[in-house]
């Protein structure tokens, strides 16, 4: 949920456009940095891939161009096209560029099974944490991390080779959020 002027960006390395919101440089990771992340003991950064905003799928009042994604009222959710799954470990950053003392936002993933009659973090196919410092599944909500704002960058990291969903702060790791996430659905990134 989005309350007020609201803008997310998800950034790769370096910004796409100077827009309001910018989507993350992001690629998916492919069999040769699986096989780096099992055979070797060093950190290996998993690679970014770049959401694609689905506008026909977002609320209508989202505005979607180009790389970036802004919202001026609550309760408006932008959802990526599905890409990622069934393996694999993906990642993307969302950027919040600005967003009002009290704005309310969520950043997370949906199932392929998610039906828009929800709201993505009471489905049992959806999974988000709020920049209230919560997580929330199926309704169900959970402390988790810390809250987060304007200027900060959320790491979202999708393993789908262990079932987990983790999150990070301007880099500083939070940990698992969810784990069990589904081997028979796709994912796809959601931002409101």
Known sequence: MLAGDRTLAALGHQPLLQHTLQVAKTMCSGKAAQQQLATSSAVVPVPLVQPTWDSDRSDQQVQI?????????????????????????????????????YSFCLIGVVSS?????????????????????????????????????????????VDLDHQTLSFAKNGQDLGVAFANLPSQHTLSPCVG
């Open 65 to 101: 161009t180009n790389s970036t994604v802004s919202a001026e009222r609550g309760e408006l959710v932008a959802f990526g096209k599905s890409c990622f799954g069934p393996r694999g470990v993906h990642q993307f950053h969302i950027h919040v560029q600005r967003l009002h003392d």
């Open 113 to 157: 099974a998610y039906s828009r009659h929800v709201w993505p973090a009471f489905s049992p196919h959806g999974w988000a944490i709020y920049s209230s410092g919560q997580k929330c599944h199926a309704g169900k909500e959970e402390n988790y991390g810390v809250t987060w704002g304007q200027s900060d960058t959320i790491t979202v990291t």
